[in-house]
């Protein structure tokens, strides 16, 4: 070989050796320092004071509300204290939403539509889901279709215009996690809502997302599309879903009246980084 491309060769050679070697000691560093940091978390950190804090002295902290600026401060103090390379607010537009009052419902239902056939009534526990616009001052009232799950609203989507949606989609019990069930019946709170509006649906009522026996609601957030008409959508405690199910299942024709004064609205906040 040409004594240059000896040269040249063993040089490119020992570069390539010596940035390997670069690499390998600074991903042995990196890893250091990682592991440092981890067991200073698990041994002597401040993680599980902080969220405390968090969560019991500055408390519920929907986006936009008080709490939300009491928030706001708080994690800005935090992190300077913590020594934080940099710390700042910026600004930036957030969805705050606000609960009006007490949520009502109720429902009749006629054994049959046909004749004099027999009438019950009766109130329903509801609780209007995070982010549900409102029914208006005079509530809705409409017929009420019971619905199991996403395939049934596909087939009979036609139904749906003019009607109060209910879901009735219950935990499977074959889930030994609950928090599986929960994952598996949650899209019907979460995305049921704007699904319902895409046929003409007024409002919605979904089955609580729990596994107790009780009768207490259990809320969350909906989320709705953008294309899609927003409708009013509330929880339904399980007595009431279940009692309400077996009538629309045992040919029962019923009408429900819901009434809720939610409000959403954006303003201009900070978050902190």
């Not at 009491?70 to 606000?98: F, I, N, R, S, Y």
């Not at 996403?150 to 215009?161: A, M, N, P, S, Y």
């Not at 019990?173 to 609950?178: G, S, W, Y």
């Not at 045992?250 to 902190?272: F, M, P, V």
């Amino acid at each position: 070989m040409h004594p240059k491309l000896l040269n040249r060769s063993l040089l490119i050679f020992l570069l390539v050796v010596g940035a390997a070697g670069a690499v390998v000691g600074q991903t042995a560093e990196d890893s250091g320092l990682i592991r440092r940091l981890a067991d200073t978390i698990l041994t002597d950190g401040r993680t599980y004071g902080n969220l405390r804090v968090l969560t019991k002295t500055v408390g519920a902290r929907l986006s936009g509300s008080a709490g939300y600026y009491k928030a706001e401060k708080w994690g800005q103090a935090a992190l300077t204290e913590a020594v934080a390379d940099k710390v700042w607010l910026q600004e930036c537009m957030v969805p705050h939403w606000v609960r009006g009052g007490k949520d009502s419902a109720s429902f009749s239902a006629v054994e049959d539509v046909h004749s004099a056939g027999k009438l019950t009534m009766g109130g329903l526990d509801i609780l209007a889901l995070g982010n549900s616009v409102g029914t208006g001052p005079k509530g809705i009232r409409a017929p009420v279709m019971l619905v199991h799950n996403f395939d049934e609203l596909e087939q009979r989507k036609d139904e749906v215009k003019g009607k109060i949606v209910f879901y009735n989609y219950k935990f499977n019990p074959f889930f030994v996690e609950t928090f599986q069930a929960y994952g598996d019946a949650v899209r019907y709170r979460g995305g049921g809502t704007s699904r319902a509006a895409k046929y003409g649906a007024l409002a919605v009522l979904v089955r609580s997302m729990s596994s107790s026996i009780d009768n207490n609601p259990h809320t969350g957030a909906l989320n709705y599309t953008d294309s899609t008409q927003k409708i009013p959508a509330a929880a339904v405690g399980l007595r009431d879903a279940d009692r309400l199910a077996a009538l629309l299942e045992g040919g029962w024709t019923g009408r429900c009246r819901c009434l809720s004064a939610n409000e959403c609205a954006y303003a201009a906040r900070y978050a902190g980084a």
